[in-house]
């Protein structure tokens, strides 16, 4: 396994332009509570091997984009470095222009022409081939994603699902070392979402792309990722399997990233995985309902559909716990019950 | 220390030595700087420009005159055009009532009637064999009083500026109505507050920016125009510019004339901007008005009496007086003079709008590829000229070219005038291109095309030129139909041969220095239709997006 991309240390910060009340309030009167810059990233590092598929999680404002955007050259970094394939391509001196990069990119509105047709788009990229290169490439591409009936169609005469397929299957084209998507499913459908995702991982795969993925949907990044980065506020909070991530988060923002989660303090009976705070972390549907272990009382039940959530308050002083119990089996509010971990 | 500041230079050197950035700058001096340089020629004491004026012959009174009634003019034009623009605006946006369908787009035609050609038409009209002056007569009552007193006077000019000018005010106005978010008003309306209410204490406070930015657009016409005071025989500073640089034959005097006039521009200007601070928030534009109320009998006609009488005297008598005379004269006014008036104006504007749309689009263009403080700021300080009146920017271009070489001013012929057409009208092609070009073209559009490989020329005419051309061909038809109207700039710059003609100078040569306005009236009218097509395509842009109309 080659590496394919490499990030150290990457910091990234705006200026903020300031309108004319506050530019005089912070130059002229020297009020220091007026923010000149915004970090958007800070000090991160990681690496992308060849064929895998990385995917960036975090609220709006974590900087998860802005790290995409780094990576493709449109923007320039303070501090920290950017390799492609062992090469520096962006420092915070010297970046290679994004034309340069081989790197596909497939945006957030897909920033398809609308001027020029599904195949005319897929085309645009290619323009370094010769003519026969050119048609033999889009054909290829047309019959991977299933758009040859469209070929000749403009962007807005088709819909959502095919304008994303379309817009995957340009930065495809080219064959790139390495594929950025920018939130790839957030203008689909509900409904669309997930063959969408089942589709786009059939494709990456069979076009053995390495790819990263931004995206703010947990469900996004543990259908399609094979490692997920957890930023928050422009720094790392844990890198790991879908599973790890999941299972043993490393902090309490992460843990509660992913759902709902009952953070314990540190003592023998309580098992789960351990935070770097000491506390430990406890997903509800690895708790059960049981004769014996922390009894307490039922203070709110909730039906969701595949589970109900039971809330349990132990005694007075402790933690709520949160259950989540496919069945009742008889438990209402007000009853006094058990709570155990499941092995 | 000077390892960093060597390379902060390399990185500084990197940022703006590429082609882009450097013809974006390039652009910027050679058509805006002249314009700071006429300020150097304004002397702070006082003494020096009013020395050469005095030397020159002309008193300090007179100087006091020109401003006294350059002030008057804009005071009088400015409060009218306020009051004409907004409650016009206000009645066709949340009334219905006879004929404010028609309305809607017709108060915005008097803006295709350039303020010299009105002038003409009325001044004929009140003249003593005009209609007017002709009824009271008859009536028994001296004319003489009414024409020298209110028609032939300042009062005059006012009422042409005014009915010729609101326009702008109504314009903006409207569109600024036009995004007040009908739930608004109406919920005002259920708080208990009348329609006047509803005007004074909403309607217009939301709309005040727009409004004021009218007016200010307004003023800047007044002060730009030289063929209407001429006509009334108004002194006003820009006439005296005129006055000083061609018969006193004056650079100095000139320039420092100008550099006041200009003052006088930026202090509108910052006026204009400062009514805007503190504006933070953004109008609702969701919640379209339901249904709108009909005006009944005495309200629906005072309503359309309201629209009839800007419509009416704006646009209406003076193109009737001008068809009218035209049809009498049309089979003698047909000339070797005219046609080559013709031409010259058709290649001229032709030559002009090209070139100010092709500047305009690599300024944006290198904007976008380089969005830096200092690009934005060129890129305003190059679009100043259209904030300069046409005396200026005359007196500017001399100024540039006689710097350069003195005999160069007459051996370039039309090279002054089109350097002065761009200068004036680089805004107008700007901000055509700007706001219906490149800003709706998506940014994430540019990112696609560059992570595809293409360098920023190639997406330049791959990817913008084709999604540009509706906006392209909008800035091109506004700077053609503005050079072919525009007269100040023309009358100085043009090249010094007798029979050099323009659309617009010959206009002015036969309805004022010749005194024959029916002979006039044929190229008035080709300059009105050429103006009218602009004044459609403004308001389709400004209310496409409103259905409710």
């Known amino acids: 396994m080659t590496e394919i991309l490499s990030i150290e240390k990457l910091s990234k910060t705006y200026s903020l332009s300031l309108p004319w009340s506050r530019w005089v309030r912070r130059y002229l009167w020297k009020d220091q509570s007026v923010p000149q810059i915004r970090t958007a990233v800070e000090n991160v590092s990681f690496s992308v091997q060849e064929g895998e598929i990385v995917a960036l999680i975090g609220e709006s404002g974590s900087g998860k984009s802005t790290i995409l955007r780094l990576i493709a050259g449109l923007e320039k970094p303070q501090k920290g470095q950017i390799q492609i394939e062992k090469k520096t391509v962006s420092t915070p001196e010297h970046c290679t222009a994004p034309e340069t990069r081989q790197i596909g990119m497939v945006f957030q509105n897909y920033a398809l022409f609308p001027h020029l047709t599904i195949r005319q788009n897929i085309t645009y990229g290619l323009h370094q081939q010769n003519k026969k290169q050119q048609q033999a490439r889009v054909t290829e591409i047309l019959d991977l994603l299933q758009l040859k009936d469209y070929a000749h169609q403009s962007p807005h005469q088709i819909s959502g699902g095919q304008q994303q397929r379309v817009a995957l299957g340009r930065a495809l084209a080219s064959k790139p070392q390495l594929l950025l998507l920018d939130e790839p499913f957030s203008n689909l459908d509900v409904m669309l979402k997930a063959p969408m995702r089942q589709e786009i991982r059939k494709i990456i795969q069979e076009t053995k792309t390495t790819a990263i993925i931004v995206t703010h949907d947990e469900k996004d990044a543990f259908a399609l990722a094979d490692r997920i980065i957890i930023l928050r506020q422009g720094e790392v909070q844990q890198i790991g399997t879908p599973e790890e991530v999941y299972h043993q988060p490393q902090n309490a923002y992460v843990a509660n990233f992913f759902g709902k989660t009952n953070l314990l303090n540190e003592t023998e009976k309580n098992k789960g995985a351990k935070l770097e705070d000491g506390r430990k972390a406890i997903r509800p549907e690895n708790l059960t309902l049981a004769k014996n272990g922390v009894r307490g009382v039922v203070k709110d039940v909730t039906f969701y559909g595949q589970y109900y959530e039971v809330v349990v308050e132990p005694k007075e002083g402790e933690e709520e716990l949160v259950v989540y119990t496919p069945n009742l089996e008889g438990v209402e509010v007000g009853a006094t019950v058990s709570v155990t971990h499941q092995d | ?549």
């Open chain 2, 1 to 549: 220390m000077s390892k960093f500041l060597c390379l902060r230079f390399r990185q500084l050197l990197r940022a703006y030595c590429n082609p882009w950035v450097l013809s974006c700058l390039l652009i910027t001096v050679t058509v805006a700087l002249p314009i700071f340089v006429i300020f150097s020629h304004l002397s702070w004491d006082g003494s020096g420009g009013k020395e050469s004026l005095s030397e020159l012959g002309i008193q300090e009174w007179e100087f006091e005159d020109a401003l006294d009634n350059t002030g008057i003019l804009m005071l009088g034009t400015g409060l009218i055009t306020l009051i004409l623009g907004s409650s016009t605006a206000w009645l066709v946006t949340f009334y219905r009532f006879p004929g404010s369908k028609l309305f809607s787009w017709g108060l915005v035609l008097p803006l295709a009637i350039p303020p010299y050609i009105a002038s003409d038409t009325y001044w004929n009209i009140f003249d003593y064999t005009g209609y007017i002056p002709y009824t009271l007569a008859k009536q028994g009552i001296n004319p003489l009083y009414f024409i020298e007193n209110f028609a032939h006077d300042m009062e005059g000019a006012i009422f042409i500026f005014s009915f010729v000018l609101y326009p702008y005010v109504y314009l903006l106005a409207r569109a600024s109505f036009l995004q007040q978010s009908g739930s608004l008003l109406e919920s005002s309306r259920l708080l208990g507050r009348g329609s006047w209410g509803t005007f004074f204490r909403l309607g217009f406070p939301l709309a005040r920016p727009a409004i004021i930015g009218g007016v200010a657009l307004v003023l800047m016409e007044v002060l730009n125009d030289y063929g209407a005071v001429e006509r009334y025989g108004i002194k006003t500073l820009t006439t005296m510019i005129f006055k000083v640089w061609t018969e006193y034959e004056s650079y100095s005097g000139a320039l420092h004339l100008a550099a006041i006039l200009l003052l006088l521009v930026f202090f509108i200007l910052a006026l204009e901007s400062i009514q805007r601070w503190g504006i933070n928030y953004t109008v609702l534009t969701q919640g379209k008005q339901g249904e709108k109320p009909q005006l009944k009998k005495g309200k629906a006609f005072a309503a359309f009496c309201c629209c009839a009488i800007p419509f009416g005297f704006g646009f209406l008598i003076p193109t009737g007086q001008l068809l009218y005379w035209a049809s009498q004269t049309f089979s003698q006014v047909w000339d070797r003079d005219l046609a080559w008036s013709i031409i010259n104006s058709l290649s001229l504007a032709f030559v002009a709008s090209t070139l100010t749309m092709i500047l305009a689009l690599v300024m944006l263009y290198s904007l976008r590829l380089h969005k830096t403080t200092l690009l934005s700021f060129a890129t305003k300080v190059a679009t100043l000229g259209y904030a300069t009146p046409g005396a200026v920017v005359a007196a500017v271009v001399i100024l540039s070219l006689t710097w350069l070489d003195q005999t160069l001013l007459y051996s370039l012929f039309f090279l002054p005038l089109i350097l002065g057409y761009v200068i004036r009208f680089l805004r107008l092609s700007f901000y055509s291109i700007e706001s219906s070009g490149f800003d709706q073209i998506s940014p994430s559009l540019d990112e696609a095309s560059k992570s595809l490989g293409a360098t920023p020329g190639r997406t330049l005419l791959r990817i913008h030129l084709p999604l540009l051309r509706p906006a392209l061909i909008i800035a091109f038809i506004f700077v053609f139909v503005e050079v072919l109207k525009e007269l100040t700039l023309t009358m100085i710059l043009a090249p010094p041969s007798s029979d050099f003609f323009t659309l617009s100078t010959i206009t002015f040569r036969l309805a004022v220095t010749d005194g024959v306005p029916y002979r006039a009236a044929t190229p008035s009218l080709i300059i009105i239709l050429a103006g009218i097509i602009p004044v459609f395509i403004l308001n389709y842009l400004l209310y496409r997006d409103s259905k409710n109309d």
